[in-house]
């Protein structure tokens, strides 16, 4: 994130803490302060994402990651809750993705195009598995599973559900090119399908 993200993030986390616990906002020199120490935490944990960031909060408040019941919202904690929420969350989660990665990429022999389809289908199906008991995730780079889903017609999109991503992503992410823009909508439209199939929607 640029550093204006980062400020950015950094104010959404101390409002969102504040509000949740019933503090009063910070104005001033004093939330000048209180944004500079979150900046200072969110710089040691820039492998998460503003969404992971948000969760970890979310856990947080909730009182998730408290012994006594009590929650209180300080940086000091707030790190507590960074380092608790990928211990507890997002480790798990992505040990299955690599051990299901890894799997994958051990297919010696070449399949047929019945064997290709199965895979695909127990591919999404792992993957709903994993999204079932892990809400917050999202399989990365997922452009060319959406493809296996259209090959084989297991899924597909929408034309009209295609074309209102695809503008939403363009007025979003104003210098990507349209190659980019395709793959990070691909990538939604998978994730959106393994949502449907943790729910029980397809593949019954």
């Not at 010696?108 to 289908?121: G, Q, S, V």
């Amino acid at each position: 994130m640029t550093n204006a993200e980062v400020t950015k993030l950094a104010g959404e986390v101390i409002f969102t803490a504040k509000m949740r616990l019933g503090y009063s906002q910070s104005q001033g020199d004093e939330l000048k302060a209180e944004i500079r120490l979150i900046i200072n935490d969110l710089r040691e944990y820039q492998g998460l994402t503003p969404t992971e960031i948000h969760l970890a909060l979310k856990a947080g408040l909730n009182g998730e990651f408290s012994t006594d019941g009590k929650v209180f919202f300080s940086s000091s904690n707030f790190v507590q809750w960074l380092r608790r929420w990928i211990a507890d969350k997002k480790q798990p989660v992505m040990k299955q993705y690599t051990a299901l990665e890894q799997a994958k990429e051990n297919v010696k022999i070449p399949p047929t195009e019945a064997e290709e389809k199965e895979l695909c289908r127990q591919v999404a199906q792992q993957y709903a598995d994993i999204k079932r008991t892990h809400p917050d995730f999202e399989v990365q780079v997922a452009s060319s599973l959406y493809d296996d889903l259209e090959r084989f017609g297991i899924w597909k999109m929408e034309v009209n559900e295609k074309k209102e991503l695809f503008q939403k992503l363009q007025r979003k992410y104003t210098n990507a090119t349209h190659q980019e823009l395709v793959l990070m909508a691909k990538n939604i439209a998978y994730n959106r399908f393994i949502a449907e199939v943790a729910k029980g929607i397809l593949m019954r």
